[in-house]
């Protein structure tokens, strides 16, 4: 497990010795960078570095462990992967950063009425008869 999470061999910096099989029996166990893996599988794998071995996962127990952590992340991966579908869709043309916009207000005035749906108030009283 260790070799899959940091792609190092356990204790490469010293002998595989008597000296070496001594500290793994007094607790000692290879470093671990938090970086390397995913939490959950550096926990699994603490678990089986326990030094009593009635509380070490069997295989069957490290297999459905990580069975299970897969399932979770493929299930995160499709939330995600829905969640950037369903994302709405820009019109080609809309900026969302700052421009200078005095070629477009220059042209403003022209269209000041284009959506007007006002109807003009005429006053009949004061209409001169023709």
């Not at 260790?2 to 290879?30: E, M, S, V, W």
Request: aromatic share 8%; net charge positive.
């Amino acid at each position: 497990m260790y070799f899959i999470a940091t792609r190092r061999q356990p204790f490469a910096n010293c002998a595989h010795d008597n000296i070496l099989a001594l500290k793994i029996c007094n607790g000692i166990r290879p470093e671990i960078n938090e970086h390397e893996a995913p939490q959950c599988y550096i926990e699994l794998m603490k678990k089986c570095w326990d030094t009593n071995p009635n509380n070490r996962p069997n295989a069957t127990e490290i297999k459905e462990e990580i069975n299970k952590q897969i399932e979770e992340a493929q299930n995160k991966k499709l939330r995600f992967s829905c969640i950037r579908s369903n994302q709405l869709t820009t019109h080609p043309k809309a900026c969302y950063t700052s421009r200078l916009l005095n070629p477009f207000t220059k042209d403003l005035p022209k269209y000041d009425n284009i959506n007007n749906n006002s109807v003009e108030v005429i006053d009949f009283t004061k209409l001169s008869s023709e």
